[in-house]
């Protein structure tokens, strides 16, 4: 089985990919059957060196390859045909701009793999960025809160090192006595709550955030039942929330009252309550000023996130009178950093823990006989057509949806 690394083409450039250099070397230990080759890349955060040190062949042999591994969508016109793919389609919830790209795949009878989809029996996701972007997200969060008040700056990250330089950047500040609060958690909420931690800020708990006054910096991570509530009053049950939120209705708004930033990690479940709307962002005891929105659904559960940002230009403004974008020094303006492709922010860090998981969950599939259906649940498409688990998508791939 011969598994190629490929280059990635997508703009703006990713510098992430799925095996570093170290990862390939306990592939072939562990798997002599496999074989490991890497498309030169200029733009790769482990150079052609680097893989060539490892003992990894560097040249253009993608063709003689089986699998070819990637991180984010492969342009059409540089797919192969008849290949097993696996990257970041974006296309499992019927996204229009990569219609043409599933499409292609189906012409050119590849069997696509799709990160997102690689799952245990339960559902449950087993390789991801989500802890590097919440890493990132609250990094960035902290120094927009920096930048809004003018107090202090901090270097971007994507000029530090590995996710040690973001919090020995972080404890050089000091902060005023803010509240952070910080939804979700899974493993965005828990990859920002590590930042927190790291840089020193004292957690509390909710009943204390809520109602204490304090003389240092807090936060207070909440989880959904914190900040939704039945609308008949009874108690609420977290996996009722999850299997019908409808008789749901958000409670954020008392965290909104206190807080000064809102680190959004959460993961918004369809039909679920917003967190806040443009409404109750007008309501004058709305204290929120800076918003770093990892989870960035647009015009949806954060109403401040009307669009995403780059990592090139981060944070905009949003006047919640107006509805609109403006510069996000005026002061009425809430502060919104809302990159939607943070883990690329930290590429080394984030690349070897989703290799990691990769090399633990996946590459076995592939010499066991898929015995726990890894590669079964993950494939999209093969022979030219979806997969029964994603026949859902063929209206959208003929144009009714």
Do not use: W
């Not at 052609?48 to 253009?60: C, I, L, M, N, R």
């Not at 008392?254 to 309501?283: C, E």
């Not at 950093?337 to 998981?357: K, Q």
Request: charged content about 25%.
């Amino acid at each position: 089985m011969k598994f190629g690394i490929i280059q990635e083409r997508k703009n703006p450039p990713d510098k992430r990919v799925v095996l570093p250099p170290a990862l390939c070397q306990t592939v072939m230990e562990t798997h002599p059957k496999a074989k490991l080759v890497v498309e030169p890349s200029p733009i790769r955060v482990f150079t052609d060196q680097e893989y060539k040190e490892a003992g990894v062949p560097v040249q253009d042999a993608m063709e003689s390859c089986d699998v070819l591994l990637g991180v984010k969508e492969v342009p059409i016109n540089a797919l192969l045909p008849n290949k097993k793919y696996f990257f970041f389609s974006h296309t499992i919830k019927k996204q229009p701009y990569n219609r043409d790209l599933l499409r292609a795949i189906l012409d050119k009878n590849i069997e696509l793999y799709d990160h997102e989809v690689i799952t245990n029996t339960q559902g449950q996701r087993l390789v991801a960025f989500g802890r590097y972007a919440g890493i990132v997200g609250a990094y960035n969060g902290i120094r927009t809160f920096g930048l809004k008040q003018q107090s202090f700056t901090l270097p971007k990250a994507e000029h530090l090192k590995d996710q040690a330089a973001l919090i020995a950047e972080l404890k050089k500040i000091t902060l005023p006595a803010i509240k952070i609060v910080l939804t979700g958690m899974g493993r965005v909420g828990n990859g920002a709550k590590e930042m927190l931690d790291g840089m020193g800020i004292k957690e509390v708990s909710v009943t204390d955030y809520l109602n204490s006054v304090y003389q240092e910096a807090v936060y207070c991570q909440i989880d959904v039942l914190d900040y939704n509530k039945t609308k008949d009053g009874s108690e609420g049950d977290k996996q009722a929330f999850f299997n019908d939120p409808s008789g749901y209705e958000t409670n954020f708004l008392r965290f909104a009252k206190v807080s000064d930033v809102f680190i959004a990690g959460h993961f918004y479940g369809d039909g679920a309550p917003y967190l806040f709307t443009r409404a109750d962002a007008k309501q004058p005891d709305f204290k929120i000023k800076v918003v770093a929105d990892i989870s960035c659904d647009i015009d949806g559960p954060v109403a401040c996130t009307i669009k995403p940002s780059t990592i090139a230009d981060p944070v905009y403004g949003y006047d919640p009178k107006t509805e609109s974008e403006v510069d996000f020094l005026q002061k009425d303006a809430i502060a919104v950093m809302a990159v939607d492709n943070l883990p690329a922010e930290l590429p080394r860090d984030a690349s070897g823990g989703f290799g990691e998981a990769f090399v633990a969950h996946v590459i076995p599939a592939f010499f066991n006989g898929d015995k726990d259906g890894i590669l079964e649940r993950a494939r999209m498409t093969q022979n030219g057509k979806l997969t029964a688990k994603y026949e859902y998508l063929q209206d959208y791939v003929d144009g009714k949806a």
